[in-house]
């Protein structure tokens, strides 16, 4: 019988099955946090319970530290107690902590595909909704809540149960300058945030085989807003490129034999899907969101929908009250919109090639008066990687603060928000009333597009500042 990527992936990681759909499912990698994992692990040991295999599980501080350039743990005094506790049970349990400073530190859905902890085929968990990241290298990654994390650290098993499958074919080429991130977009607001609800997504295509792996990353990191708990992407030369020489990955003889078995992962021809789509990739445009939810996208050159267009009257209703907050009128281009800061990182897009693209943008240029600009990388080796390429010299005298690794403004749990009122372009992944602080509006777009309205002081096209010459 033809399966699925998904299907292979939990068939081989079922202990036992428990009826109705249901089943004990082995857990490969447990990635840990500064805000989910002190509670997990002082659960654990609460209950005077020994961490099933140490060995599979990785921590790093990312959600609640501060970015400032030269932070230390206790810059953001929560961030602080928050960083303590995660290291203290760290060492107290024997778990691997990749710390402040240290290469490995990072956004934890970077850190772990940067480094080869993460690899295909595997099941991984972490108590973040944006796990679904680590899909782009084939793994069947979820983020799981706090019971659910003490029970893998005890067990390291997990009982779940089998979604419903779509598979999304992106079939075509990408025009140039549309990346991974307009594509995620395109597809949240073609289809709906709910589109995904109860089902892992595969992305699929020709559009998806010519990207690299970390669009790929990206793409499956914007999955759950799709309402999907999984997104993946079947594995092959390119993965298999990117994982080669990684420090967690198999080396030698047993990397060639990894591969040969990530060869039999992809979806069997006539393997049946719950659910199918087709995206025109070559329809894509430059994408950027205009209300308060990720299905809230239009291209760069469209305008804001107006909600008397609406026959449901309870969607009328919130789109008119997304356009309340936002600030914006029916009906007017989204291109022109004037901007008061822009954020490059987090999850979605901090990693070196999204920084090599706003540093193409940003390059011979100069941020507008009166925007506030920040670039965070997503890891201390991106980081270190951008700085020996000198992307952070031409950040700083383009205006941009060059900062430290984390999830800084996207989550804005570690003190750094968009003040209210003020209007953010964001490569993070969610647009939430609030996200970024109190009455912050934001509009999610790519790094090009982020930077290019960094440089315009208003939403605008990146690729009509990339044909202009730089002054």
Same mark, same amino acid.
């Given at each position: 019988?033809?399966?699925?990527?998904?299907?292979?992936?939990?068939?081989?990681?079922?202990?036992?099955?428990?009826?109705?759909?249901?089943?004990?499912?082995?857990?490969?990698?447990?990635?840990?946090?500064?805000?989910?994992?002190?509670?997990?692990?002082?659960?654990?040991?609460?209950?005077?319970?020994?961490?099933?295999?140490?060995?599979?599980?990785?921590?790093?501080?990312?959600?609640?530290?501060?970015?400032?350039?030269?932070?230390?743990?206790?810059?953001?005094?929560?961030?602080?107690?928050?960083?303590?506790?995660?290291?203290?049970?760290?060492?107290?349990?024997?778990?691997?902590?990749?710390?402040?400073?240290?290469?490995?530190?990072?956004?934890?859905?970077?850190?772990?595909?940067?480094?080869?902890?993460?690899?295909?085929?595997?099941?991984?968990?972490?108590?973040?909704?944006?796990?679904?990241?680590?899909?782009?290298?084939?793994?069947?990654?979820?983020?799981?809540?706090?019971?659910?994390?003490?029970?893998?650290?005890?067990?390291?098993?997990?009982?779940?149960?089998?979604?419903?499958?779509?598979?999304?074919?992106?079939?075509?080429?990408?025009?140039?300058?549309?990346?991974?991130?307009?594509?995620?977009?395109?597809?949240?607001?073609?289809?709906?945030?709910?589109?995904?609800?109860?089902?892992?997504?595969?992305?699929?295509?020709?559009?998806?085989?010519?990207?690299?792996?970390?669009?790929?990353?990206?793409?499956?990191?914007? =999955?759950? /807003?799709?309402?999907?708990?999984? +997104?993946?992407?079947? #594995? @092959?030369? &390119?993965?298999?490129?990117?994982?080669?020489? %990684?420090?967690?990955?198999?080396?030698?003889?047993?990397?060639?034999?990894?591969?040969?078995?990530?060869?039999?992962?992809?979806?069997?021809?006539?393997?049946?899907?719950?659910?199918?789509?087709?995206?025109?990739?070559?329809?894509?445009?430059?994408?950027?969101?205009?209300?308060? =939810?990720? /299905?809230?996208?239009?291209?760069? +050159?469209?305008?804001? #929908? @107006?909600? &008397?267009?609406?026959?449901?009257?309870?969607? %009328?209703?919130?789109?008119?009250?997304?356009?309340?907050?936002?600030?914006?009128?029916?009906?007017?281009?989204?291109?022109?919109?004037?901007?008061?800061?822009?954020?490059?990182?987090?999850?979605?897009?901090?990693?070196?090639?999204?920084?090599?693209?706003?540093?193409?943008?940003?390059?011979?240029?100069?941020?507008?008066?009166?925007?506030?600009?920040?670039?965070?990388?997503?890891?201390?080796?991106?980081?270190?990687?951008?700085?020996?390429?000198?992307?952070?010299?031409?950040?700083?005298?383009?205006?941009?603060?060059?900062?430290?690794?984390?999830?800084?403004?996207?989550?804005?749990?570690?003190?750094?928000?968009?003040?209210?009122?003020?209007?953010?372009?964001?490569?993070?992944?969610?647009?939430?009333?609030?996200?970024?602080?109190?009455?912050?509006?934001?509009?999610?777009?790519?790094?090009?597009?982020?930077?290019?309205?960094?440089?315009?002081?208003?939403?605008?096209?990146?690729?009509?500042?990339?044909?202009?010459?730089?002054?």
């Amino acid at each position: 019988m033809a399966r699925t990527l998904f299907d292979k992936v939990w068939d081989a990681h079922v202990v036992r099955e428990l009826g109705d759909g249901w089943a004990l499912l082995h857990i490969d990698r447990h990635l840990l946090h500064d805000l989910s994992g002190p509670p997990a692990l002082a659960e654990v040991a609460a209950r005077g319970l020994p961490l099933h295999d140490r060995e599979l599980v990785f921590a790093t501080p990312d959600h609640a530290m501060s970015s400032l350039p030269g932070r230390v743990a206790t810059t953001f005094p929560l961030g602080g107690r928050l960083h303590g506790a995660l290291k203290a049970q760290s060492a107290a349990m024997g778990v691997r902590l990749f710390d402040l400073g240290q290469p490995g530190q990072g956004i934890v859905h970077v850190m772990g595909p940067e480094l080869g902890i993460v690899l295909p085929g595997l099941t991984v968990i972490c108590g973040d909704s944006h796990t679904c990241t680590n899909g782009g290298l084939g793994a069947m990654a979820f983020g799981v809540g706090s019971s659910e994390s003490t029970h893998a650290l005890a067990t390291q098993t997990l009982r779940q149960q089998k979604p419903k499958q779509m598979r999304v074919r992106c079939e075509g080429r990408l025009r140039a300058g549309v990346t991974a991130k307009d594509l995620a977009l395109h597809t949240i607001g073609l289809l709906g945030a709910a589109a995904g609800v109860g089902h892992a997504v595969e992305f699929a295509g020709e559009a998806i085989e010519a990207m690299d792996v970390e669009g790929r990353l990206t793409l499956c990191n914007l =999955s759950v /807003e799709l309402g999907a708990r999984f +997104g993946m992407v079947a #594995p @092959d030369e &390119r993965t298999f490129d990117f994982l080669r020489g %990684r420090p967690f990955a198999p080396q030698g003889a047993a990397f060639d034999a990894a591969v040969a078995h990530w060869r039999t992962l992809p979806s069997d021809t006539g393997a049946l899907f719950d659910c199918e789509v087709l995206i025109d990739a070559a329809t894509v445009r430059p994408t950027i969101t205009w209300g308060t =939810s990720p /299905e809230h996208a239009i291209a760069i +050159g469209g305008q804001v #929908p @107006d909600p &008397r267009d609406c026959s449901d009257a309870a969607q %009328r209703d919130a789109l008119a009250a997304a356009l309340d907050y936002m600030g914006l009128a029916a009906g007017q281009p989204i291109a022109g919109t004037p901007v008061d800061w822009v954020f490059i990182g987090s999850c979605a897009n901090s990693r070196l090639s999204d920084l090599r693209a706003a540093a193409e943008v940003a390059r011979g240029r100069h941020v507008a008066a009166g925007v506030t600009a920040w670039v965070v990388p997503g890891s201390e080796n991106v980081k270190r990687a951008a700085e020996a390429e000198g992307l952070h010299t031409l950040f700083e005298a383009a205006g941009f603060a060059w900062r430290e690794p984390g999830c800084s403004m996207c989550v804005a749990a570690n003190g750094e928000q968009v003040p209210p009122q003020q209007r953010s372009v964001s490569t993070s992944n969610r647009n939430f009333v609030g996200r970024q602080g109190p009455g912050a509006r934001t509009h999610l777009a790519s790094p090009a597009m982020a930077a290019a309205a960094a440089i315009a002081g208003a939403i605008t096209d990146a690729a009509h500042l990339l044909l202009e010459t730089a002054p």
